[in-house]
């Protein structure tokens, strides 16, 4: 971190409690990413070619075709009004009302995505190792630079306005308000590539492939385990469950209390 002072480290109490899921289901198709779409989950598949989405209890509520194929998509967010989905080097958007997918932002390789406002986006670029602001229009400006943020990763919107991205080496926690400015950061307790956040502000962070997360309330974290043969591809939240993409072919969800 180049200008964030006063950097608190932050411990989990020592008692990692066992995880076992309350629902899980295997894909159909291979999966690429999931995320929350208000109380619905949304599947990205590897094809590229469509999205499923899936109440928590993981009945699939219906199948959102994309327009245009996606090669090697790679990650998917929504906000009020639009689905994105994002690849090694193009970001696409479509209106929920409109289904016609088309591309957003090019020669970017997405790293975090989080949700500014309905239609505008703040994007972590890992070639830049910046984050952008995405307008409504189409209009792209730095957000904040490298110089603030080291190597941006995964991001998440919070409800009080502010963003949560991780950076650095994958062990720090940094938060950010609508003005670009890092507000604090926190030094996590191992390395984190995942992240997703529910309308509370509760923060659920995770290392790919390791069946162990970290949620952050209020400061407060706690660790879970998962069962040991759990291999996190992606996280959402909802509400108190925590929705987990195993190695692309399984969907599970956790309750974790309040």
Same mark, same amino acid.
């Given at each position: 971190? &180049?200008?964030?002072?006063?950097?608190?480290?932050?411990?989990?109490?020592?008692?990692?409690?066992?995880?076992?899921?309350?629902? *899980? @289901? &295997?894909?159909?198709?291979?999966?690429?990413?999931?995320?929350?779409? #208000?109380?619905l989950l949304l599947v990205?598949?590897?094809?590229?070619?469509?999205?499923?989405?899936?109440?928590?209890?993981?009945?699939?509520?219906?199948?959102?075709?994309?327009?245009?194929? @996606?090669?090697?998509?790679? #990650?998917v967010s929504a906000d009020?009004?639009?689905?994105?989905?994002?690849?090694?080097?193009?970001?696409?958007?479509?209106?929920?009302?409109?289904?016609?997918?088309?591309?957003?932002?090019?020669?970017?390789?997405?790293?975090?995505?989080?949700?500014?406002?309905?239609?505008?986006?703040?994007?972590?670029?890992?070639?830049?190792?910046?984050?952008?602001?995405?307008?409504?229009?189409?209009?792209?400006?730095?957000?904040?630079?490298?110089?603030? @943020?080291?190597?941006? &990763?995964?991001?998440?919107?919070?409800?009080?306005?502010?963003?949560? @991205?991780?950076?650095?080496?994958?062990?720090?926690?940094?938060?950010?308000?609508?003005? #670009?400015?890092?507000?604090? *950061?926190?030094?996590?307790?191992?390395?984190?590539?995942?992240?997703?956040?529910?309308?509370?502000?509760?923060?659920?962070?995770?290392?790919?492939?390791?069946?162990?997360?970290?949620?952050?309330?209020?400061?407060?974290?706690?660790?879970?385990?998962?069962?040991?043969?759990?291999?996190?591809?992606?996280? *959402?939240?909802?509400?108190?469950?925590? *929705?987990?993409?195993?190695?692309?072919?399984?969907?599970?969800?956790?309750?974790?209390?309040?």
């Amino acid at each position: 971190m &180049g200008s964030c002072a006063g950097t608190v480290r932050i411990e989990p109490d020592g008692n990692f409690p066992l995880l076992e899921p309350t629902a *899980a @289901v &295997g894909l159909g198709s291979s999966a690429a990413a999931i995320c929350s779409d #208000g109380d619905l989950l949304l599947v990205l598949e590897n094809s590229g070619t469509r999205i499923i989405r899936f109440s928590t209890a993981l009945t699939v509520s219906d199948t959102i075709p994309l327009s245009e194929r @996606v090669t090697a998509p790679a #990650g998917v967010s929504a906000d009020r009004f639009h689905y994105y989905v994002f690849d090694d080097h193009r970001l696409y958007r479509m209106s929920k009302d409109n289904a016609s997918l088309e591309v957003w932002l090019n020669n970017v390789r997405v790293a975090g995505l989080a949700s500014f406002e309905p239609g505008r986006m703040l994007v972590s670029d890992d070639e830049r190792n910046s984050i952008w602001f995405k307008g409504f229009f189409g209009e792209s400006r730095l957000f904040i630079s490298s110089a603030e @943020v080291a190597r941006p &990763g995964a991001m998440a919107a919070l409800p009080d306005g502010s963003f949560a @991205v991780l950076g650095g080496s994958s062990r720090l926690l940094c938060f950010l308000n609508r003005s #670009g400015v890092v507000t604090r *950061a926190l030094s996590l307790p191992a390395p984190c590539d995942l992240l997703a956040a529910d309308a509370g502000g509760t923060l659920c962070l995770g290392k790919m492939g390791k069946p162990q997360v970290y949620v952050l309330r209020e400061s407060m974290m706690a660790g879970y385990r998962l069962p040991d043969t759990t291999s996190p591809l992606s996280l *959402a939240l909802v509400g108190d469950r925590l *929705a987990v993409l195993d190695a692309g072919a399984r969907l599970a969800v956790f309750r974790i209390g309040k």
